[in-house]
């Protein structure tokens, strides 16, 4: 079937946003915080603070308080061109220039790190810079791996799970001495931290709020991450050992221990599973919450499933599906590039603001604070303008302003205004992807793909750094590869269809036929989008999608 009226009908009696939805909402959006907070804690427990050489007869700690202007570090430190210290190398009593055997750090604003504890400096660095990747790589694994899983066993088992295991696994890495050991406990932090949590809690809104609210709700996870990143600078400044810092960024899965007897599973996966009984149960609950006092007839919504399944091929779907049918794959791998452009674009044009410098938790902290402004602006169009248009016009905006900043001088004005307009755009239509995906995709592959979004996204994330060093060859090189990426992104965009005010589909059939026909050039041109019959059938007439094919 192309619409499931009886579910549709069901959910339509919760209403748009009431305060059963409220607070389920409240406790899935939970998820986006912690996530956040994962995400850039190594930016405070693995700071790599600023530091020189340790002189033999001058210092007497890795925290030397002798001035690094002193005459003393000058005469035995060389500098660089622009006038600092070297950070690596010192003279020995040759006056050759060494590479460092031991380092001073600056304490102003880090008095402990991984980074600090481990040398990750210098010929070392490169350990420090391993330990994100893993990380990324972790919640690489746990977007693909956990959201196909939640299609399966059920959003809230995964959710549950997940928080559960970020809690221990939070905690217990700032205890851990070894390298080795540490970079495993990142990598499942992130598939548990990162990814699990967060997938699922998303997904339980976008299947549980009606059409008009899921454009706030969604953006409203990614501001809540973002205020995640800010939690992250603000325990920063004020806690200075990294192991205790670790432990309160780990304490934050408490939030959820409550979470397996207050959240309630997706009405909308049960329906699918063929658990109408449950389905029903839920949404009597709701209803009860929000003081309606409309009846639901149990028995008449379980025998519809139940006539519904018995005229429909029973079948277990899963990622692989997203490829099947050639309609469902090309929507899937369109979405997946434009994940994977909003992801490289945004920290590509992060890397072409240079070097910042000043008060590190301020900069982090506004860093976060910067994306809000986006937020609100895509919560007011976007119901008014829909996905399609917004998504591919920030990102054909973001590539533009990528290009145009790799031919203006690097730390002028002009160049920092750009990329911080481009920031902000691709901030918005970062999140706008995540409503954009949720809607695009069948209920019985939702997670999945979602899961596969996110996967492309921290594959662009972790290619980031790589694609820069082409910068070896010509400065102007990963900008403008960054923004023609976006706008080949941008300009495909253009070709999914819309689903401003539309309802969900719900199973492959529904996926494969939802918006065909229907892109910006068709719209511009004053063609309506093909439509399967089913959405003008009586609901209390529907017939499978087999057999109206057959007709």
């Not at 304490?107 to 210098?122: G, H, K, L, M, P």
């Not at 992250?232 to 304490?251: M, N, S, T």
């Not at 694609?467 to 090189?477: A, M, N, V």
């Not at 992104?489 to 539309?502: A, D, H, I, Q, Y």
Request: glycine share 10%.
């Amino acid at each position: 079937m192309a619409v499931d009226f009886v579910l549709e009908d069901l959910m339509g009696k919760l209403g748009e946003f009431g305060r059963y939805q409220a607070f389920q909402f409240f406790l899935q959006v939970l998820s986006a915080l912690t996530a956040g907070l994962h995400m850039l804690s190594l930016v405070t427990v693995q700071a790599v603070p600023e530091h020189r050489c340790f002189i033999e007869g001058v210092d007497n700690s890795s925290f030397s308080y002798v001035p690094w202007n002193s005459s003393d570090i000058l005469a035995a430190i060389p500098l660089k061109d622009n006038g600092e210290l070297d950070s690596c190398h010192m003279y020995d009593s040759q006056n050759n220039t060494v590479s460092c055997d031991s380092y001073v750090y600056d304490q102003t604003y880090y008095e402990t790190s991984r980074a600090i504890d481990w040398n990750f400096v210098c010929e070392r660095r490169w350990m420090g810079s391993i330990v994100q990747t893993v990380f990324m790589l972790g919640v690489f694994t746990g977007a693909v791996t956990l959201g196909g899983l939640a299609d399966k066993v059920g959003r809230k088992t995964v959710f549950c799970w997940s928080a559960l295991l970020q809690l221990i696994i939070g905690v217990s890495v700032a205890f851990i001495p070894e390298y080795f050991s540490f970079m495993v406990a990142r990598f499942l932090l992130g598939i548990f931290g990162s990814a699990g949590a967060y997938i699922c809690g998303f997904v339980l809104t976008m299947e549980l709020v009606g059409p008009s609210k899921r454009t706030a709700c969604g953006i409203a996870f990614q501001a809540v991450f973002a205020a995640g990143i800010m939690l992250v600078a603000g325990w920063g400044a004020l806690i200075k050992d990294r192991q205790f810092l670790q432990v309160v960024y780990g304490l934050h899965g408490v939030l959820f221990l409550a979470h397996w007897w207050l959240l309630d599973e997706s009405p909308r996966w049960l329906w699918m599973q063929g658990r109408a009984g449950e389905a029903v149960d839920i949404v009597a609950k709701g209803l009860r919450m929000n003081g309606s006092g409309i009846p639901v007839d149990k028995e008449y919504y379980v025998q519809k499933s139940k006539a519904q399944q018995a005229t429909e091929e029973k079948s277990s779907a899963g990622l692989s599906d997203l490829f099947k049918t050639p309609n469902l794959r090309i929507k899937t791998l369109n979405v997946c590039l434009c994940w994977f452009a909003n992801s490289l674009v945004y920290y590509g044009l992060s890397l072409s603001a240079g070097k910042l410098y000043g008060n590190p938790f301020l900069i982090l902290f506004i860093m976060g604070l910067v994306e809000f402004p986006s937020y609100f602006t895509i919560v007011m169009v976007l119901d008014r303008l829909g996905r399609r248009p917004i998504t591919s016009t920030l990102m054909i905006g973001g590539g533009i302003c990528c290009i145009v900043a790799a031919y203006i001088a690097q730390g002028s004005t002009t160049s920092t205004a750009i990329v911080m307009v481009g920031k902000l755009l691709i901030a918005g239509s970062f999140a706008v992807i995540y409503n954009y995906s949720a809607e695009l995709f069948p209920t019985v592959v939702r997670n999945s793909a979602m899961g596969l979004g996110s996967m492309c996204a921290r594959l662009s994330g972790a290619l980031t750094p790589l694609i820069t060093l082409l910068d070896s060859f010509d400065p102007k090189i990963p900008a403008v590869l960054f923004g023609v990426i976006a706008l080949i992104s941008g300009v495909w965009v253009m070709f999914l269809p819309e689903t401003m005010n539309k309802p969900m589909p719900e199973s492959i059939e529904d996926g494969e036929n939802f918006g065909r026909g229907d892109t910006w050039f068709s719209q511009c041109a004053g063609r309506k989008p093909n439509r399967d019959r089913i959405y003008q059938d009586d609901p209390e007439q529907m017939v499978p999608l087999k057999t109206i094919e057959k007709k």
